[in-house]
Structures are given as C-alpha cells and as structure tokens.
C-alpha cells in the first residue's frame, strides 16, 4: 500500500493538437426565424399542435473530445485534471459515462468540500518473516518524506496497551498526514467540480465501440492490426435507445469491468501469445466490509491497524464501532454474480485473527455489512495506465485491485499529463503500462491489503 498522496503524470499528446471546441446549442434562434417556422408548420398540420423535434436533454452530446466510461472517483478525477490543465478554458470537450445512477446524489451548490480526514495514522504490524520487508519499505518511505516510525513489540505495547503483540516482531506506525476520510465525499467533491468546469456527464450504459483498422507488420514480420475508436455507443439506462457519440480519445476507467469494455474494442482477441491476443486481466472480484460495536474497544488514540494476518479494521465514529475485514484467499474467493454478503467468512476468518491481536474484541457484535467490487488486477495486482499498444486512442486508468481511492488524485493528473503533453510530467509511470502484460514484466508491491 503506498503512503500518503501520490502526485503523478503520463504519456502520448494527442490532444495536444488543438481541438476544436464546439457550441452547447444546435438551435440558435436570435433572429426569430425558427419560431416563425414552427408557427406556419402548426397551422399547415393536420390536428393542430406539432412539434418535429423530441426533446434530447437526456442524451449525451454527439461530439466529445475525450470519453472517459466510468464515473468513479479515478473518473472524475481524469476528467478534472484534463479541465485544470487544458491550455485555455473550455479547450477540450469531456464526456464522463456511468451506467450506475446510485452514484450521484450531489447538489452543486453544496457547502465546501469536507472529506471528514481523521489523521490517526497508519499501524502495519509485521511477522518474523515479513520484518525485514517492513524495513525496506520504511526505508523508502523515509527517503520520499513520509514521517514514518519503527516500533518493536515492547513499543508497540506501550503505545498501544490492548493490542496483543504475540507474533509481531517489528510495526511501522506513521506519523503525519496519514489516515483515513469518507471516499464518498471525496468522489462528490470530485464530480461537483469537473462538473463546474464543463465537464458532461451522462448516465448510461457503454454497448458499443466503432473502430477502425489498418494492418500493420511489425519489425519481426508479425502482422497486426490497429485500431481506432471513432464512435462510442452509449445506451440510456431502461431504453433501447442509445445515442453515437463520436469522440478522438477514450478513456477506460470502468474499473471492476474494465476487462469488458477492452473486449468491446477487440483488447485480447488474437492468436495466444500475441500482442493482439493479450487481454486487459482485470476482473470484479468481491470484497466484504463489516461494522461491529465494542464498547471495550480501543479509544480515540486507534489507527488504522493491519494485522500480521492481513486483517484490517479502523474507529468508525466515537461510539464504540470499528470497520474492518480482509481479502481471502485465491482459494476463497467467494462468487461475484451478486453483493450478497457471508457472515460465516466473518465468524470463521476475520474475527479469531481480531480477538487473537485484541482481547477487548472477543465480545464484539457485528451491526451491518456490505460488499463491493474490486478491478482485481490479477496479473500483479497494481494499476494499468496510460494507452493501448494497438487501440491507438485507448487510454487505461483501472485495475488497482483496492487501492484506487488513495491514487486517484496522482492517476487522474497522470493521464492528463499524458493527454495533453505526451509524457510523464511529474512521475515515470511507464511502469505500469499495458505492454508488460504482454511482456510478463510483473510489477510488485509488498504489504497488499
């Protein structure tokens, strides 16, 4: 898990090349001439009142310069850095697609942003077997600017009196601007704002992408084709009407479904060990949250505590709650067709490792629960950024495997560096781009949650 914010940037300007801007009415009628035409249309047409025209408010545009399909907070947060650094204000024509309407429930003119940051820090705790990695990633922590503090067990338990330290031999616990916040709040923040700025949104469902093709033949005499996505589909939700919008850059940031969406534009259709044929491995994979009461529980001095087990929870509140759980294993993985949640996973993995590492939760009670997805990443469960080698205007911003909410911010400034400069401006995120898959250059972290 990376600490603290991340202040990212990336690459490819295609937008760099002066788009055009159109107008938001394709009815100007200043000088009264439509009225007078709709006027003599009524009184020529049989029973009275016509209107040739059905209302279309509830589409997107036709034209839009970038469509980003996803309207999560990786989303809103490209969307809003391509409006915070185009080159003059309304330069760029942003269309943001999410087929989910459960998701928008904001007023713009709400108060100013609070994300309800609560700056308890970060407490990792680490095995005999992990202690020497914990080292080195505090060492690096440190190196970047991150107030980062080595405790062993004994300091551990004077700091913290009610945990248990059997089988913890080293913790890092972080000192400044490390905690947690409301993502709800930060996504609203997010989406008021790019809203602000121009940005269109449009709540529907993604069906189609129009490509074009031409083959290439590579340096190794491999022949392949490229594409280009000129139209987007977008079907409205509970309709069969869907509205073309044709667009220069596409933005895959459809998170748990990112790996479908690919497909839409062909990602992965090819001969098996191909660069046609490498598939975007980003799938949903289910995750359980749990709230529980325990008045016994530690105080307002918890932080966020991930247990040598890989067990996570965190103060929900100041009554006594705590949220919390963990991933499962390969193994485990539950079925993702529905958001149903398992209490037993609760009862059998999460709470024996929470009232083994502290006793006060032996009499915790459990009082609601819920599941989501993550865009698992399952080659190496990092991030995909930055374009398609083939799809030549397909750009990805997915696949953090949980851990998108803390990128967000560096990753929507990444892709518009890439956007409207060509390259990483302020991080080299070449890394993580799409190519290594094909590659099978794995990029791993240590300590995932």
């Known amino acids: 898990m990376f600490r603290g914010a991340l202040q990212l940037g990336l690459s490819r300007g295609l937008l760099s090349r002066g788009l055009r801007t159109r107008s938001r009415g394709?009815?100007?009628?200043?000088?009264?001439?439509?009225?007078?035409?709709?006027?003599?249309?009524q009184a020529a047409w049989p029973g009275g009142s016509w209107e040739p025209f059905s209302d279309t408010s509830h589409l997107p545009p036709e034209h839009a310069d970038v469509v980003i399909i996803g309207g999560g907070v990786i989303g809103w947060s490209v969307a809003y850095w391509l409006?915070?650094?185009?080159?003059?204000?309304?330069?760029?024509?942003?269309?943001?697609?999410?087929?989910?309407?459960?998701?928008?429930?904001?007023?713009?003119?709400?108060?100013?942003?609070?994300?309800?940051?609560?700056?308890?820090?970060?407490l990792l705790l680490a095995s005999e077997e992990n202690a020497s990695v914990m080292e080195h990633n505090v060492k690096?922590?440190?190196?970047?600017?991150?107030?980062?503090?080595?405790?062993?067990?004994e300091q551990l338990k004077n700091k913290f009196p009610w945990i248990n330290t059997d089988g913890v031999a080293l913790a890092s616990y972080g000192l400044e601007n490390e905690g947690w916040f409301d993502p709800w709040c930060l996504l609203q923040g997010l989406r008021r704002k790019a809203l602000s700025m121009g940005v269109y949104f449009s709540q529907?469902?993604?069906?189609?992408?129009?490509?074009?093709?031409?083959?290439?033949?590579?340096?190794?005499?491999?022949?392949?084709?490229?594409?280009?996505?000129?139209?987007?589909?977008?079907?409205?939700?509970?309709?069969?009407?869907?509205?073309?919008?044709?667009?220069?850059i596409v933005i895959n940031a459809a998170g748990a479904w990112s790996g479908q969406l690919s497909e839409l534009a062909g990602i992965g259709i090819g001969p098996p060990g191909s660069l046609q044929g490498t598939r975007l491995p980003v799938e949903p994979r289910k995750r359980y949250v749990y709230v529980w009461h325990c008045p016994q529980g530690p105080?307002?001095?918890?932080?966020?505590?991930?247990?040598?087990?890989?067990?996570?929870?965190?103060?929900?509140?100041?009554?006594?709650?705590y949220l919390g759980g963990c991933s499962p294993t390969e193994e485990e993985e539950p079925d993702n067709g529905d958001l149903e949640v398992s209490h037993d996973f609760f009862q059998e993995k999460v709470w024996p490792h929470l009232a083994q590492r502290v006793p006060a939760f032996n009499t915790l009670k459990v009082r609601s629960a819920w599941a989501g997805y993550y865009d698992y990443n399952t080659f190496d469960q990092n991030g995909i950024v930055g374009p398609h080698p083939l799809v030549s205007n397909m750009y990805f911003a997915t696949g953090f495997s949980g851990h998108g909410?803390?990128?967000?911010?560096?990753?929507?400034?990444?892709?518009a560096e890439i956007l409207l400069s060509g390259q990483f401006n302020t991080i080299d995120l070449n890394p993580f781009s799409f190519n290594r898959f094909y590659l099978g250059e794995k990029v791993l972290e240590n300590n995932i949650i």
């Open 26 to 41: 394709p009815f100007d009628d200043r000088d009264g001439k439509w009225a007078e035409f709709k006027k003599k249309a």
């Open 83 to 122: 409006k915070r650094l185009e080159a003059r204000r309304n330069a760029i024509r942003v269309l943001v697609v999410e087929r989910d309407p459960t998701e928008y429930l904001a007023v713009p003119d709400e108060p100013p942003l609070d994300i309800q940051f609560n700056p308890s820090g970060y």
């Open 140 to 153: 690096v922590q440190r190196q970047e600017g991150a107030k980062v503090s080595l405790l062993s067990p």
């Open 204 to 248: 529907g469902e993604v069906t189609e992408l129009v490509s074009s093709v031409r083959p290439m033949v590579t340096s190794r005499g491999e022949q392949v084709n490229i594409k280009r996505i000129y139209e987007v589909h977008v079907k409205m939700n509970n309709s069969l009407e869907y509205q073309p919008v044709e667009c220069a």
């Open 299 to 321: 105080g307002l001095e918890a932080p966020l505590i991930t247990d040598t087990s890989g067990t996570y929870f965190r103060r929900e509140g100041l009554g006594g709650y």
């Open 405 to 415: 909410l803390q990128h967000a911010p560096g990753v929507g400034r990444a892709v």
